[in-house]
């Protein structure tokens, strides 16, 4: 079974940055899209960002410019460098994996999440 653990969340001034990352882990052979949703309380969970195999990333237009997502393909990681954070974008952050072939299996993936907190 796979497992996505995230890691870099915490508090942070209005302005700042946080890089968050997620690794991916199992008899993984090839992972076709990873990347990141966010949950606000009495929000709907809303994607943030997201890459697939070859690279290319989509962006929510309310991060567009601000935030970067990257991948390390051979790590099973893609990361999430967010900067200019505003207290809009305080949530908790999750980490999602789709079309993850394993030796057995195929299917999506989502981490625990990890809680990003902006204060004006």
């Known amino acids: 079974q796979v497992q996505l653990v995230e890691s870099g969340g915490g508090l942070v001034q209005a302005g700042g940055s946080l890089r968050l990352s997620c690794a991916a882990s199992?008899?993984?052979?090839?992972?076709?899209?990873m990347g990141w949703y966010r949950q606000a309380p009495g929000k709907e969970c809303e994607l943030v960002a997201a890459?697939?195999?070859?690279?290319?990333?989509n962006y929510a237009d309310s991060v567009e410019g601000r935030f970067t997502i990257s991948r390390d393909t051979a790590k099973n990681t893609v990361y999430l460098q967010m900067n200019n954070l505003k207290p809009e974008d305080t949530a908790v952050y999750y980490c999602?994996?789709?079309?993850?072939?394993?030796?057995?299996?195929?299917?999506?993936?989502w981490g625990q999440g990890t809680q990003v907190t902006v204060s004006a």
């Open positions: 999602t994996a789709q079309g993850v072939f394993t030796t057995t299996a195929a299917g999506d993936y």
């Open positions: 199992g008899s993984i052979i090839r992972i076709h899209t």
């Open positions: 890459i697939i195999s070859d690279g290319s990333a």
